[in-house]
């Protein structure tokens, strides 16, 4: 399964790769990151069939994450549709409102927790 | 005649209710002594006799003081006494002149007696325009009550007013102080919260790790446990890192939230602002991540410290810098090609060594020139509703002018750039 993970701050990258170490040695899951939304655009032009599942920070400078989901909505809604998980600060309920509303799939909020991460992920890798 | 002499005497007193006992004692005995008189003495003599009285009578009430009111009654009297008088000595003196004349001298006191009642009827006159004058003053003393009465409570009830007025406008000083504050802590609380999250993640995996290191070691496979250790390693480097940015962002909150003395210490300026726009740039970027600025900075290096309060020059230069990304990122939605926000920052020491002098200068959307001179006045604000509390300048104002004895000086062209310049005495 391929996911993206979008967020402005750099050190998620080790974060991911090491709380997912073994999922990515079995080569279950394949990570790719971008550093703000308009990378994240660029990356799922070339790589988007192949991106099944899309984790993203809201609060991001430039293109907030709820403006990206916009743009995945819109942009790239041949089916299957990316799945859209959204990561947002705690209790920021304006934010969780205009994801769903967008048509985020779930949410998750900060500090991650990776065992529920996992668990939510569980249901799109058995796929 | 004395009958009626008596009578009008009578009447004169029931205008002077004091003396009116007395005087109907006096007429009364007055009446049983002409009785008596009258038959004792030749008719001639008792016009006299009569004539007499009244004028010893006359002159004992122009006496009392009491009477002075009606002096004018009392002088009327006069001619009647005299005319009684001259007819009765002329009776006696010279009774056929008398007889002759009878007619003039009867006319003579008719007139007396008519005088004696056109001055009564006067005098009764003026007496109630006195009385009705009286009474108008009377209503009119107590309109005049009733008004200041009036008045006064409505005194008393403006200066609740302006005092209710004075407590609200040191809450709203204190909430916009509390909101400055507020508003900053919720930025770095916010800004702390990615640090932290990293330091406890970060421990989590290193703990996990340790754990598949102790598994690859049992398993006799040193390089992946090697390779293990080195992510450990960096995982700590990160934990450093990123605690260290919290630490940083806290002790800059701390500063700022420090209870305001009046204390003035030697203070950086450079350094002041420094951190104050640091704190600005995270508090705005917590609120809103899409806000990006540039940030120059041209710090003197031979500013000398200053004696200031610290905390209230932090809030001004705090409040100069938001004023300056509230107003690039106003120009930044306008969506001008190619505007690149920069806010400046210049610290200088000009010759002469007067004062220290620091310069905000933003390249958003300008002053205009209509609302120059109200900037610094206390509620006033170009922000929408509930967006700025336009108290920010004013403080700023009697801050620097008022406590430190500085100046703030204003550059704008509208649309272009703005530029405030803080002059800081400096003593040598």
């Given at each position: 399964?391929?996911?993206?993970?979008?967020?402005d701050?750099?050190?998620?990258?080790?974060?991911?790769?090491?709380?997912f170490r073994?999922?990515?040695?079995?080569?279950?899951?394949?990570?790719?990151?971008?550093q703000?939304g308009?990378?994240?655009l660029?990356?799922?032009?070339?790589?988007?069939?192949?991106?099944?599942?899309i984790l993203?920070?809201?609060?991001?400078?430039?293109?907030?994450?709820?403006?990206?989901?916009?743009h995945?909505?819109?942009?790239?809604?041949?089916?299957?549709?990316?799945v859209?998980?959204?990561?947002?600060?705690?209790?920021?309920?304006?934010?969780?409102?205009?994801?769903?509303?967008?048509?985020?799939?779930?949410?998750?909020?900060?500090?991650?927790?990776?065992?529920l991460?996992?668990e939510?992920?569980?249901?799109?890798?058995?796929? | 005649?004395?009958?009626?002499?008596?009578?009008?005497v009578i009447?004169?007193?029931?205008?002077?209710?004091?003396?009116?006992?007395?005087?109907?004692?006096?007429?009364?005995?007055l009446?049983?002594i002409?009785?008596?008189?009258?038959?004792?003495?030749?008719?001639v003599?008792?016009?006299?006799?009569?004539?007499?009285?009244?004028?010893?009578?006359?002159?004992y009430?122009?006496?009392?003081?009491d009477?002075?009111m009606?002096?004018?009654?009392?002088?009327a009297?006069?001619?009647?006494?005299?005319?009684?008088?001259?007819?009765?000595?002329a009776?006696?003196?010279?009774?056929?002149?008398v007889?002759?004349?009878?007619?003039?001298?009867?006319?003579?006191?008719?007139?007396?007696?008519?005088?004696?009642?056109?001055?009564?009827?006067?005098?009764?006159?003026?007496?109630?325009?006195?009385?009705?004058?009286?009474?108008?003053?009377?209503?009119?003393d107590?309109l005049?009550?009733?008004?200041?009465?009036a008045?006064?409570?409505q005194?008393d009830?403006?200066?609740?007013?302006?005092?209710?007025?004075?407590?609200?406008q040191?809450?709203l000083?204190?909430?916009?102080?509390?909101?400055?504050?507020?508003?900053?802590t919720?930025?770095?609380?916010?800004?702390?919260?990615?640090?932290?999250?990293f330091?406890?993640?970060?421990?989590?995996?290193?703990?996990?790790?340790?754990e598949?290191?102790?598994?690859?070691?049992?398993?006799?496979?040193?390089?992946?446990?090697?390779?293990?250790a080195?992510?450990?390693?960096?995982?700590?480097?990160?934990?450093?890192?990123h605690?260290?940015?919290?630490?940083?962002?806290?002790?800059?909150m701390?500063?700022?939230s420090?209870?305001?003395?009046?204390?003035?210490?030697?203070t950086?300026?450079?350094?002041?602002?420094?951190?104050?726009?640091?704190?600005?740039?995270?508090?705005?970027?917590?609120?809103?991540?899409?806000?990006?600025a540039?940030?120059i900075?041209?710090?003197?290096?031979?500013?000398?410290?200053v004696?200031?309060?610290?905390?209230?020059?932090?809030?001004v230069?705090?409040?100069?810098f938001?004023?300056?990304?509230?107003?690039?990122?106003?120009?930044?939605?306008?969506?001008?090609?190619?505007?690149?926000?920069?806010?400046?920052?210049?610290?200088?020491?000009?010759?002469?060594?007067?004062e220290?002098v620091?310069?905000?200068k933003?390249?958003?959307?300008?002053?205009?020139?209509?609302?120059?001179?109200?900037?610094?006045?206390?509620?006033?604000?170009?922000?929408p509703?509930?967006?700025?509390?336009?108290?920010?300048?004013?403080?700023?104002?009697?801050?620097?002018?008022?406590?430190?004895g500085?100046?703030?000086?204003?550059?704008?062209?509208?649309?272009?750039?703005?530029?405030?310049?803080?002059?800081?005495?400096?003593?040598?």
């Amino acid at each position: 399964m391929k996911i993206l993970v979008v967020d402005d701050e750099a050190d998620v990258q080790p974060l991911f790769l090491q709380r997912f170490r073994k999922e990515i040695k079995n080569h279950e899951i394949e990570f790719n990151f971008a550093q703000s939304g308009e990378e994240a655009l660029d990356f799922l032009k070339e790589k988007h069939s192949e991106v099944v599942l899309i984790l993203s920070d809201i609060n991001m400078p430039g293109m907030s994450g709820i403006e990206l989901l916009g743009h995945i909505r819109e942009d790239f809604d041949t089916p299957p549709p990316p799945v859209v998980m959204m990561i947002t600060a705690y209790g920021d309920e304006e934010n969780h409102r205009q994801a769903m509303e967008k048509g985020a799939n779930d949410f998750l909020t900060k500090p991650l927790d990776f065992i529920l991460l996992k668990e939510k992920l569980k249901p799109y890798s058995d796929q | 005649m004395l009958l009626r002499r008596i009578i009008k005497v009578i009447k004169f007193t029931t205008l002077q209710a004091k003396w009116s006992s007395i005087l109907n004692i006096c007429s009364i005995v007055l009446w049983v002594i002409f009785a008596v008189a009258s038959n004792l003495l030749p008719e001639v003599y008792d016009t006299l006799f009569a004539g007499l009285c009244l004028g010893g009578m006359l002159y004992y009430f122009k006496k009392e003081a009491d009477f002075k009111m009606v002096n004018s009654y009392i002088v009327a009297h006069y001619p009647l006494v005299a005319v009684s008088v001259v007819t009765s000595l002329a009776e006696i003196v010279a009774p056929d002149f008398v007889e002759t004349y009878d007619d003039y001298f009867e006319i003579a006191i008719l007139l007396a007696f008519a005088w004696i009642f056109a001055r009564w009827v006067s005098t009764k006159k003026q007496e109630e325009e006195f009385r009705a004058v009286n009474e108008q003053n009377l209503v009119l003393d107590k309109l005049v009550a009733e008004r200041t009465a009036a008045l006064t409570k409505q005194k008393d009830e403006l200066q609740e007013a302006v005092k209710l007025l004075q407590t609200t406008q040191q809450q709203l000083i204190q909430s916009e102080k509390l909101a400055s504050l507020g508003e900053l802590t919720a930025g770095i609380a916010h800004e702390i919260q990615n640090p932290l999250n990293f330091v406890n993640n970060f421990s989590e995996v290193s703990m996990e790790l340790i754990e598949e290191m102790g598994e690859e070691l049992a398993k006799g496979d040193t390089e992946e446990a090697m390779a293990i250790a080195n992510d450990i390693k960096q995982n700590l480097e990160k934990i450093r890192h990123h605690g260290k940015r919290a630490d940083g962002i806290v002790k800059g909150m701390l500063q700022h939230s420090r209870a305001s003395s009046d204390v003035q210490e030697l203070t950086d300026i450079n350094n002041l602002a420094d951190e104050y726009l640091r704190l600005a740039y995270h508090g705005l970027r917590a609120k809103d991540k899409s806000f990006n600025a540039e940030l120059i900075t041209s710090f003197n290096p031979t500013l000398p410290k200053v004696n200031v309060v610290p905390q209230d020059v932090g809030r001004v230069l705090l409040n100069m810098f938001n004023n300056a990304f509230y107003a690039v990122q106003q120009k930044q939605k306008l969506g001008i090609e190619g505007f690149k926000p920069t806010v400046e920052v210049k610290t200088s020491y000009p010759a002469g060594g007067k004062e220290v002098v620091v310069i905000v200068k933003d390249n958003g959307t300008g002053i205009p020139e209509e609302i120059k001179d109200k900037i610094l006045q206390p509620f006033f604000t170009t922000k929408p509703t509930g967006e700025g509390t336009g108290l920010g300048l004013s403080l700023s104002y009697d801050i620097i002018v008022k406590a430190h004895g500085g100046k703030i000086d204003i550059n704008s062209k509208e649309g272009e750039y703005t530029e405030f310049i803080i002059s800081i005495p400096a003593k040598n």
